[in-house]
């Protein structure tokens, strides 16, 4: 798991048929293979781990 903050909406494609939207803005926990995708295509900044969250329970 990583903590990053998205800086452009994002989709991550966990498998074949299935989507996650991620907006610009959100910060919050997410799969280290999310992670390293979304910074990779320069949509999201990983940040430490104790930097407050927008995560909603």
């Known amino acids: 798991m990583a903590r ?3 800086k452009k909406d994002f989709d991550y494609k966990p498998v074949h048929h299935t989507t996650i939207g991620y907006k610009a803005g959100w910060t ?3 799969r280290r293979e999310c992670a390293d ?3 990779a295509a ?5 940040i430490d781990k104790d930097a407050p969250s927008t ?3």
């Open 4 to 6: 990053v903050t998205f």
């Open 28 to 30: 919050g926990t997410v």
């Open 37 to 39: 995708a979304a910074v």
């Open 42 to 46: 320069g949509a999201a900044e990983e």
């Open 55 to 57: 995560e909603q329970a």
